[in-house]
């Protein structure tokens, strides 16, 4: 079995910044795409960021030019920096990654318990 776990999270001022971590524990064996989600206060759930594991990324208009994502492949590690942050953005904000177990080997997406981003103006 395989565990994300994401944290990071919090409250912070129109304009702050934050960066979310979300780390793969568990029978990892590679991870291919991993991406972060968030559910804003509409209820809706949105891509906000993707990477692929050659690096290449994908963004939601709404975060281009604010917002980052990379991973540490050493680590099973993805962040999402976050910057110039709008009350927008407040919502819970979920990793997944296609990961690739050791035993039994297939690949499964997972999903973190999502950390709460909170942007007051």
């Known amino acids: 079995q395989v565990q994300l776990v994401e944290s990071g999270g919090g409250l912070v001022q129109a304009g702050g910044s934050l960066r979310l971590s979300c780390a793969a524990s568990g029978s990892v064996g590679s991870i291919n795409d991993m991406a972060w989600y968030r559910r804003g206060t509409g209820g809706q759930r949105e891509l906000v960021a993707s990477?692929?594991?050659?690096?290449?990324?994908n963004f939601a208009d709404s975060v281009k030019g604010r917002f980052t994502i990379s991973r540490d492949d050493a680590k099973n590690t993805v962040y999402l920096q976050m910057n110039s942050l709008k009350p927008e953005d407040t919502g819970s904000y979920y990793c997944?990654?296609?990961?690739?177990?050791?035993?039994?080997?297939?690949?499964?997406?997972?999903w973190g318990q999502g950390t709460q981003v909170t942007v007051s103006s």
């Open positions: 997944t990654a296609n990961i690739v177990q050791r035993w039994p080997l297939k690949a499964v997406n997972y």
């Open positions: 990477i692929s594991s050659s690096g290449r990324t």
